[in-house]
């Protein structure tokens, strides 16, 4: 670390071990956010729903469409899933950084 800047110490040390709190955090944040039904069906017009409050509602001529509403939930999970996929090493190690093996 003699001779690092500031920014250059926070580069190379700091940032290497916050990294997998931060992903982690990321990830649930994402996951949270994304799926937030109760205030989207309840702060929003009809007009302007967000996806999960679309998806349920969905009606055909017959009932309930579940064929359009799996295809809906299928299509509304993948940016999710593709995420989590993508960083679950750094959510693993975030996850359970904390704990103590015995």
Known sequence: MDGYS???AFGKVVLPQAATGIVAT????LIF???????????TSAKARTAPPSIATIQGV???EW?????????FLIPVVIVTFALRKYLL??????????
Do not use: H
């Open 67 to 75: 064929g359009s509403i799996a295809a809906g939930t299928l299509l």
């Open 6 to 8: 500031r920014l250059q």
């Open 26 to 29: 990321a990830v649930f944040c």
């Open 93 to 102: 190690r975030g996850v359970t950084f904390g704990a103590i093996r015995q």
């Open 62 to 64: 017959g009932g309930i």
């Open 33 to 43: 956010a994304w799926n937030e039904f109760a205030f989207s069906l309840m702060l």
